[in-house]
């Protein structure tokens, strides 16, 4: 380890050691995880720990686990998942950290094609007071896409049916052009509009995140991640970096479907949180030498770093 990291381990050992004193444990250790397991076996030969198990009293089974996974969870793009693109893709809701705004000009007599249109409220997701809402959001969480948006569109044909709507039924995939022109149908219609708020407005956030760029990059990192874990699986990790250095573009090279260098950190971090312990040796070094030298050459050739580039720089 280095001597940094070797120096944490101890200082944690030795807190550990102390809390087990007050609690006059005898403890036996188990680790799941490559750091888990340097903890584990410093305290197992920590010299106060071994004079305090000769006396304690109270035995204990202790499990040290590694926490790096809990990094692949918050970057990945876990599976077919509506409400989970949905929580990504729509801008968040001002003063709202799980929540999103949904652009409602489509239910309006304003047309206007500027998005950063300000002048109608925006909707949300947390709809309440709407059963058929909260179960449709259920079954965005719950259902594949494919499944979810049909229900998005069963949900709202039951809307305007009971409405007395002129809604036409269709078979088949839904589009988002085909769930936007059963939208329309309500907006002539201010009592139908407000009995079905709530609906309209998850099925506003569907269309939209549909119609959304990020949405097919989403799936491209899904496809990605998926790669990456069986390469994983079959190669060392300077083999997964150097399959990752060429798609690594600077501003001027890189077109709408190439990622970011903010798609770059989550890869990476995606990507050394999955592997596990990884051997080190030249090869390694140079692969990492070379991808961190092309993403800070990306970085600094941004004209216009985003906050995110802006804070780590």
Not at 173 to 198: D, M, W
Not at 258 to 287: P, R
Request: aromatic share 6%; glycine share 4%; net charge negative.
């Amino acid at each position: 380890l280095p001597a940094e990291l070797r120096a944490a381990v101890r200082a944690l050992v030795g807190e550990l050691d102390s809390l087990f004193t007050a609690l006059g444990l005898r403890e036996e250790s188990f680790a799941v995880g490559a750091l888990s397991r340097v903890v584990a076996a410093e305290l197992a030969s920590y010299a106060s720990a071994r004079n305090r198990r000769r006396t304690a009293t109270n035995k204990a089974s202790v499990i040290f686990v590694d926490r790096t996974l809990d990094l692949a969870g918050a970057v990945g793009h876990h599976g077919d998942n509506l409400a989970e693109k949905i929580l990504s893709v729509l801008p968040k809701l001002p003063g709202h950290k799980t929540d999103v705004m949904v652009n409602m000009v489509e239910l309006t007599a304003l047309q206007s094609t500027d998005e950063t249109c300000r002048i109608i409220a925006p909707g949300c997701l947390a709809q309440p007071n709407d059963p058929a809402a909260r179960a449709l959001w259920e079954s965005f969480m719950n259902l594949k896409q494919k499944e979810a948006v049909m229900e998005a569109r069963r949900h709202l044909v039951e809307a305007a049916s009971r409405e007395n709507l002129p809604i036409k039924m269709s078979m088949g995939r839904v589009t988002p052009e085909q769930l936007s022109s059963y939208i329309q149908l309500f907006r002539n219609n201010l009592k139908a509009l407000e009995n079905h708020c709530g609906l309209l407005q998850l099925v506003l956030a569907t269309v939209q995140t549909l119609k959304h760029p990020q949405t097919s990059k989403w799936d491209n990192f899904l496809a990605f991640e998926r790669l990456l874990l069986q390469t994983i699986g079959e190669s060392e990790m300077a083999s997964v970096l150097n399959q990752l250095l060429p798609m690594i573009k600077s501003y001027n090279e890189r077109t709408k479907d190439d990622y970011a260098c903010e798609d770059f950190l989550v890869l990476l971090i995606y990507i050394y949180s999955v592997v596990g312990e990884i051997k080190c040796g030249k090869e390694l070094d140079t692969a990492e030498e070379e991808v961190k030298r092309a993403l800070v050459k990306a970085i600094c050739d941004e004209p216009e770093p985003s906050p995110l580039l802006q804070k780590i720089t």
